[in-house]
Structure formats: C-alpha cells, structure tokens
C-alpha cells in the first residue's frame, strides 16, 4: 500500500525557509512523478512543483526562483526547499505520485493518485 508522510512545517516569519520533506513507502518512487500542492482557507488546491520520473521539474509562477524540488532516491523521500517566503505561501502542503512510472510534466491533481496528510506552511509578515 502506497502511503506518503510530509513533514517539516510550521510557523516562519516572511523572508524565511523551510524545508518540507515527504516520506514514500509501498513501492518504489525513482520512475514516478512526484508533486508538491497546497491548499490556502478558502482556496482550491493549486499546483505548487513537480518532478517527473526522469529528474525534470517545473514549477508554478508564483514559487518559482524562491522554491526547489528534490528527491532523494535511496531513502524515497521528496523535498521541497522554500526560500523567501511570503505571507501568501500560508497554506496546507500536499505531497501526491502519480500511479503510473512517467517522464511526463505533472501539474494536475488528477494525474496523481496518491496524497499524503499535508503539513501546515504558515508565514507570518
């Protein structure tokens, strides 16, 4: 049974970092994608960043430069590194894999099969 468990979250003032990190067991994750979303009150779940199965990454507009996505093979755990963070980056954040190994760009929640619990992101200004 596929199963993700993020971590890492809390309470950062603006300008700060965090480093979010996702912890996959059930299978094997390397030729997968994996994403990050997030999910603001009151907002519908947005697309944040992506790796594909082959290591490419694309990132939505409103991370990118300020974000980064990593994954680390042997221990089958995602990252995500956030750099200069803004008030507006308050969020619940998920991590999801696709249920199919893919090359593919990822950014739609329904390319994914699999979610984890989410990790609250708060940004305080």
């Known amino acids: 049974q596929v199963q993700l468990i993020e971590s890492g979250g809390g309470l950062v003032q603006a300008g700060g970092s965090l480093r979010l990190s996702c912890a996959a067991s059930?299978?094997?994750?390397?030729?997968?994608?994996m994403g990050w979303f997030r999910q603001a009150p009151g907002k519908e779940r947005e697309f944040v960043a992506t790796?594909?199965?082959?290591?490419?990454?694309e990132y939505s507009d409103s991370v990118k430069g300020r974000f980064s996505i990593a994954r680390d093979g042997a221990k089958n755990t995602l990252y995500l590194q956030m750099d200069s963070l803004k008030p507006d980056d308050t969020a619940v954040y998920y991590c999801?894999?696709?249920?199919?190994?893919?090359?593919?760009?990822?950014?739609?929640?329904?390319?994914?099969?699999?979610w984890g619990q989410g990790t609250q992101v708060t940004v305080s200004s």
């Open positions: 999801a894999t696709s249920p199919y190994p893919t090359f593919g760009v990822k950014t739609l929640i329904h390319q994914y099969s699999y």
């Open positions: 059930g299978r094997t994750f390397t030729s997968y994608a």
């Open positions: 790796i594909t199965g082959n290591g490419g990454t």
